[in-house]
């Protein structure tokens, strides 16, 4: 592909509330704390972010409340180059809120949706031209699930690939899952999976992320493979699955080689993880290239 690739996210945008922390408070007890920041954030925005910076074509489809996060949020898109046009502000709602506490530079994050909630199949026929004019559509669980099913449905017709990072994971339609390309799940969402989703449906689909134990994922024919992932300086995983599946579908889309696209990813997602904030430490294209030179 001699253009740059086009991305469409179908997802969500939160503004990220972040206390770093030594201790960790049990049920009915007050720390104190050492820092707090807001960031952009929202797993569908991060994935944007992630795959705008590293060259693709962003279309980002998703909504924000009427208040003064929404109005910074949209803007960032700007500020990246991505377009905000299918961002719909919702009048009397409040942008969706991640609360993420990070400690021993790992984090624990609690969503409350807000206008995420009103992304709906109603609305999404509005921006159809849009979602149909890319090369592959992103996808992730914190929007509902009528409106990730009413996507697939949608792009299954029109013959364009869908990913979709099913987290925060949560029960997936077998329509679902027989219409999408692949699913990028990490180890607990994986097991999840396995639990309620006959293994014939997803065999050859499923690209598992396992953090410093690289990325598992199963050929067509039944052979398991596992890339492994590059050494980072660990200050905040936040985003790093984000990373990886914006870097991953930036790829896949111009290349159409899942092996190739998987390197990339992990050498962007281990870029990721050196800042603090889910779109901080998001690298550029040649950030990864000179990252992919160390192996
Ligand atoms: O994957 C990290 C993201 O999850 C955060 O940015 C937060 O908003 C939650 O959606």
């Not at 990721?272 to 430490?281: D, L």
């Amino acid at each position: 592909m001699k253009r740059n690739p086009r991305v469409c996210v179908v997802g969500s945008i939160n503004m990220d509330m972040v206390t770093t922390t030594d201790k960790i408070p049990a049920q009915g007890e007050t720390v104190m704390g050492e820092s707090f920041t807001t960031y952009p954030g929202g797993k569908g925005a991060n994935q944007a972010v992630a795959a705008a910076r590293l060259g693709a074509d962003v279309v980002m489809v998703g909504a924000v409340g009427e208040d003064a996060f929404g109005k910074s949020l949209k803007e960032r898109f700007r500020e990246e180059g991505a377009n905000d046009e299918a961002i719909t502000t919702v009048p009397y709602e409040s942008t969706g809120v991640a609360t993420i506490i990070i400690s021993d530079g790992d984090n624990r994050i609690i969503v409350a949706p807000g206008a995420n909630k009103y992304i709906t199949p109603e609305r999404l026929k509005e921006k159809e031209d849009i979602i149909l004019s890319s090369d592959i559509i992103l996808m992730q669980f914190e929007i509902p699930m009528e409106a990730v099913a009413h996507t697939v449905d949608l792009a299954y017709k029109h013959d364009i690939p869908v990913v979709i990072n099913p987290a925060p994971f949560t029960d997936i339609p077998e329509s679902v899952i027989k219409k999408v390309t692949f699913l990028t799940p990490n180890e607990l969402e994986l097991s999840e999976m396995e639990q309620s989703i006959d293994a014939s449906l997803i065999k050859g689909k499923i690209i598992e992320t396992r953090g410093e134990q690289g990325v598992a994922f199963m050929l067509t024919n039944g052979e398991k493979k596992t890339i492994p992932s590059f050494p980072a300086q660990v200050k905040d995983t936040t985003g790093a699955g984000d990373t990886f599946n914006g870097a991953f579908v930036t790829e896949y889309a111009k290349e159409k080689d899942i092996e190739k696209a998987i390197q990339f990813a992990n050498a962007a997602a281990s870029l990721s993880v050196e800042k603090i904030g889910a779109q901080g430490g998001m690298p550029e294209r040649e950030a990864v290239v000179k990252r992919m030179e160390i192996k």
